[in-house]
């Protein structure tokens, strides 16, 4: 999933909570069918949600989980070359924590 991709789920989530929360605003001083009505239309809004943020997990775990067969895969084809990043990434994050 790209950057884009989760961006536009996180606004849509943001949209649908939004909608949901106002809906229930009203549903709470509405009386009778119409308060029904809202509540229903409210629980379809975060039934929505969370199908959307099941989606989005599983893609998340899709994308960790092919991140992690690449590093390891690399790792495996280049072990000194791993270490070297590694010792050089350890190397300026020293250097930072070091300098505060």
Known sequence: ????????VRNDMKSLVRDAQQLFR?????TGERAD???AKGQEL????AQ???ELQ???M????????????????????AVAISAGVGLVVGMLIGRK
Request: glycine residues 2%; negative net charge; aromatic residues 6%.
């Open 1 to 8: 999933m790209t950057a884009s991709s989760y961006k536009t």
């Open 26 to 30: 009203e549903a709470s001083v509405a």
């Open 37 to 39: 009505e809202l509540r």
């Open 46 to 49: 975060l039934d929505a949600a």
């Open 52 to 54: 959307r943020t099941q």
């Open 58 to 60: 599983t893609a998340a």
């Open 62 to 81: 899709e994308t960790g989980k092919e991140l992690a067969s690449n590093t390891d895969s690399f790792v495996k084809d280049n072990p000194w070359k």
